[in-house]
């Protein structure tokens, strides 16, 4: 099994400021990697995949970037609606893992 | 636009079964890989389980395998759970999701939540 492992598992940032947000796998998934942004009581949505690929519903401060083991998400100036738990998933091999997930926090 | 919805949650003793049902619209289900991801209270995401557009092959995390079954029937655009043998430790939000060739999850349900009395 493919551990994922994020860090830092709390991020606290202030509105404006850019965010960085780490994501590493036990083996190389070569670019199989997502993010996902979940709010309390919500279903989690999808940011990015192909680890640096956008859905076009996404804005455009999100970015992914990364390949074989280690994988980054940034959020370029954050807003309000950002403060959320961010999620990395792998899909490179079964079963298919998640990262605990990092808290970002307002500052 | 592209919809879950699930439905067939609810409180269960420990040893139990109940079946998860999630409705699809707005996208063409048969062309689609679905999956289950649950959320204990509390946690994090865990994939449970997969099936593919086509063909026979399912997919299970280790913890259920032999107790739950993915099933979809592309009829009715419903992908189903089946889950025998539940456990304390299967209570969580279970999530349907819409996969993508790679299995990652492009759509999420709103989730379904499953309590397992022990």
């Known amino acids: 099994e493919i551990v994922m492992t994020q860090s830092p598992a709390s991020l606290y940032v202030s509105p404006g400021e850019r965010a960085t947000l780490s994501c590493r796998a036990s083996q ?3 670019s199989k990697l997502a993010w996902y942004q979940q709010k309390p009581g919500h279903a989690p949505r999808l940011l990015i995949y192909g680890a640096f690929t956008r859905p076009t519903d996404i ?3 999100f970015s992914g970037s990364g390949s074989g083991t280690d994988f980054t998400l940034t959020i370029s100036s954050l807003q309000s609606e950002d403060f ?4 990395c998933q792998q899909y ?4 298919l893992t998640f990262g605990g997930g990092t808290q970002v926090e307002i500052k | 636009e592209a919809q879950l919805l699930e439905s067939g949650g609810g409180l269960v003793q420990s040893g139990g079964s109940l079946r998860l ?3 699809a619209s707005g996208f063409t289900f048969r ?3 679905m999956n289950w991801v649950r959320q204990a209270p509390g946690k994090g995401l865990e994939w449970v389980s997969s099936v593919p557009d086509i063909g026979y092959t399912t997919y299970y995390v280790d913890s259920v395998k032999g107790r739950f079954t993915i099933s979809r029937d592309n009829s009715q655009n419903t992908l189903y759970l089946q889950m025998n043998s539940l456990r304390a430790e299967d209570t969580a939000v279970y999530y349907c999701a819409k996969g993508s060739y790679g299995y990652w999850f492009e759509v999420w349900g709103q989730g379904t939540l499953v309590i397992v009395s022990s």
């Open chain 1, 28 to 30: 190389s998934v070569s």
């Open chain 1, 59 to 61: 804005p455009a401060r």
């Open chain 1, 84 to 87: 959320a738990v961010y999620y």
């Open chain 1, 92 to 95: 490179d091999n079964w079963p």
């Open chain 2, 21 to 23: 049902s999630c409705v």
């Open chain 2, 31 to 33: 062309n689609s890989a």
